[in-house]
């Protein structure tokens, strides 16, 4: 147990996997007044991911959550069949109804040991400008994934509506958290939450290069630097580290699938602590 409270954070819970729910099952605070941070791919259902939030919120007293692409998938499996903006915004009423706060709330400042930090969870998608080698468009890049067979899932489960693509929802997401960003009070640091990392760096390991399109978008690449940053959450690669840019620190969150953390094992701890951030010497 903790002496203190802590801020802590997982992502792609991935709980329409067997194996992991009793792993959810199992996370529990270490102290009462611990907060959880979600960074995505909680299911593909709405009724997992239901199950999953109403779990831990009944858990702990803070719970924030950003969506996935997983969440925002449209399969026959779901009998929640909204698509695009519709279906993100029925998960952020759900949220609601389970006091989970999400990218479409007031900004919650944490108070406790590395505070005060304002937590901003976002939702930020991808423009496929994360490119393999050799594609300078966008329809040069998929073509390269197509030929390398490499293609996310979100080609076919992901859909925009009513935006005309997936670039083009990102790019209005893109700028309407940047006015959130910037009406932030800039003596107060932020911890950014995003689904997707917020800079190309971490998908540099990618075992398939191709599919870094899928990762993020170059528009965020200054927002650690631009806007006061203390720490960055990120999921999505299922590579869970801490690394750095520009002095800020960035942590990958991830359980991951069962075909990924069962070869390696479970860390001791899977609520990795956001705060206080390790200072470089």
């Known amino acids: 147990m903790s002496a203190t409270p802590q801020l802590l954070a997982i992502s792609d819970l991935h709980v329409g996997h067997a194996e992991n729910r009793p792993i959810v099952e199992g996370l529990h605070p270490e102290h009462p007044g611990d907060w959880l941070i979600v960074a995505g791919d909680v299911a593909e259902t709405t009724a997992d991911v239901k199950w999953a939030l109403s779990l831990l919120k009944s858990r702990f007293g803070t719970v924030i959550w950003v969506p996935g692409n997983h969440e925002l998938w449209t ?70 994934a197509h030929e390398a067979g490499i293609v ?40 950014l939450v995003n689904h997707w990392p917020l800079v190309r760096q971490p998908t540099r390991v990618l075992r398939y290069p191709e599919f870094a399109q899928w990762c993020g978008t170059e528009l965020s690449a200054d927002w650690h630097t631009r806007f006061n940053t203390a720490a960055v959450v990120y999921g999505h690669l299922h590579i869970p580290r801490h690394t750095e840019y520009d002095g800020v620190p960035f942590k990958e969150v991830s359980l991951g699938y069962p075909r990924e953390w069962k070869p390696r094992g479970l860390p001791e701890k899977l609520l990795r602590p956001v705060l206080p951030v390790r200072v470089a010497p």
Do not use: N
């Not at 009513?162 to 003596?187: G, N």
């Open 75 to 144: 399969t026959t499996k779901d009998p929640v069949q909204l698509r695009g903006v519709r279906r993100y915004k029925h998960l952020v009423e759900m949220c609601r109804q389970l006091g989970v706060l999400t990218p479409e709330d007031e900004f919650p400042v944490w108070t406790g040991d590395g505070g005060p930090v304002r937590i901003a969870p976002l939702f930020v998608l991808y423009d496929y400008t994360f490119r393999p080698e050799g594609a300078t468009t966008k329809e040069e890049s998929l073509a390269i």
């Open 152 to 191: 996310c899932t979100d080609e076919y489960f992901l859909k925009p509506d009513p935006y005309p693509s997936i670039d083009a929802w990102c790019h209005a997401r893109v700028a309407e958290t940047e006015r959130k960003l910037a009406a932030c009070d800039p003596d107060v640091p932020l911890v």
